[in-house]
């Protein structure tokens, strides 16, 4: 039972991300839909949880890449 249920959240995820990019919809909007998506569901999955703790890096990240970059101007 918990594996097709398992499949059934997987390939809800995958569609949901495809949607997400072909939406092309901003770091922080995907983020907001993919935690209000985990936050509803029964099942908390463990790969939604890393999906998102990696799209929070990401978006830590390219907010700290402006402040990366030497007096050139060159990102390090």
Do not use: C, W
């Not at 959240?9 to 909007?29: A, C, K, V």
């Amino acid at each position: 039972m918990i594996g097709l249920l398992r499949l059934r959240f997987m390939s809800d995820t995958l569609g949901y991300i495809d949607l997400i990019l072909r939406e092309r919809r901003s770091l922080e909007t995907a983020l907001a839909e993919l935690v209000e998506k985990y936050n509803r569901s029964s099942y908390k999955s463990p790969e939604l949880a890393r999906m998102i703790r990696q799209l929070k890096a990401e978006i830590m990240q390219r907010q700290k890449a402006p402040n990366t970059r030497h007096k050139s101007g060159h990102s390090v």
